[in-house]
């Protein structure tokens, strides 16, 4: 898409608004990428274990008590 500009300030505004586009995604990715680091941690997986075997725990212990 071509874009017609009458001025040079017209310009500068569009190379101004598209930094400062690349400056938010960039941002966006560092965070995307520490929440993936944060995930991959062991604390995370220990503690989705835990969550796991929780949810198990209490289903076999509500199955024992409907029996």
């Not at 995604?25 to 989705?48: C, G, H, M, R, S």
Request: glycine share 2%; proline share 1%; net charge positive.
């Amino acid at each position: 898409m071509k874009t017609q500009y009458k001025t040079q300030e017209d310009i500068k505004r569009d190379l101004h608004r598209l930094q400062l586009e690349k400056q938010i995604a960039w941002e966006e990715l560092k965070v995307v990428k520490n929440d993936f680091k944060d995930t991959l941690q062991p604390y995370t997986w220990i503690q989705t274990g835990f969550k796991m075997a929780s949810k198990v725990g209490i289903m076999m212990l509500i199955k024992k008590i409907i029996k």
